[in-house]
């Protein structure tokens, strides 16, 4: 099978790496399909299984660990663990499309490692932590112990970012989708 093109949104929870992959998506010209990841946390809002992420137990979880399912994964909250099943790789480049990806920090950087001519690995950078904070609350997904768990995690892997491809930052939103898109169609060759 013909390996596609990665593109990894990495960044701290709330800066806008959702906004600016759908954004992306959107445009049938990169024919990009989003990476639907595993994870143990539960489902939140509207979220679907398949869609959003595939919603797994932890013993689930572990399962796929044993059997090197994984192509990342990460326990990336304790107690919360998210990875990129090797079968979901598979299953965007039959289709014959480019794979984006939303993951962390780390496994932004895993999966540049695991393919690196292929990677594109962009960092969102929120204006500032307050902004951020705002930004998580405003967005009411999270109760307020989970956003202090996101916030404590934020610096970490702000101090990341000079390891990806391009770092973006995600002030004003319409700048940010212009730079984002501009970074793609130059990868992409599109
Ligand atoms: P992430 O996927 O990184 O956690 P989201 O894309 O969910 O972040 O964005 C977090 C919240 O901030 C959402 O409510 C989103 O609508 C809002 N948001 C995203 N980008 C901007 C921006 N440039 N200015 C203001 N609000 C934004
Ligand atoms: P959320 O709970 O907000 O959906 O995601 C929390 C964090 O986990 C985000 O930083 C998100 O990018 C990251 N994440 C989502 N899927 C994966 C994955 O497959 N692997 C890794 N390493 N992180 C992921």
């Not at 679907?48 to 192509?71: M, P, R, S």
């Not at 997904?141 to 202090?148: F, G, H, M």
């Not at 002030?171 to 501009?182: I, S």
Request: proline share 4%; net charge negative.
């Amino acid at each position: 099978m013909k390996q596609g093109k990665c593109i990894v949104f990495s960044a701290p929870s709330g800066s806008g790496k959702t906004t600016l992959a759908k954004h992306l998506l959107a445009q049938d010209i990169f024919k990009l399909m989003f990476s639907i990841s595993a994870t143990t946390r539960p489902p939140r809002g509207n979220e679907q299984h398949g869609k959003d992420y595939y919603f797994l137990t932890e013993e689930e979880f572990k399962t796929k660990i044993n059997k090197n399912a994984f192509a990342e994964y990460e326990e990336v909250y304790p107690g919360m663990f998210y990875g990129t099943l090797t079968s979901e790789l598979e299953r965007i480049w039959a289709a014959g499309k480019n794979v984006l990806f939303d993951i962390d920090v780390v496994g932004g950087l895993n999966i540049k490692k695991l393919y690196p001519e292929n990677t594109l690995a962009i960092f969102i950078n929120p204006p500032n932590l307050e902004t951020l904070e705002a930004r998580l609350r405003h967005r009411g997904t999270e109760s307020d112990e989970k956003v202090a768990m996101r916030l404590a995690k934020a610096e970490t892997e702000m101090e990341r970012a000079a390891a990806f491809d391009h770092i973006v930052l995600n002030d004003h939103l319409e700048t940010a989708k212009k730079e984002v898109y501009d970074l793609a169609a130059n990868f992409l060759n599109a």
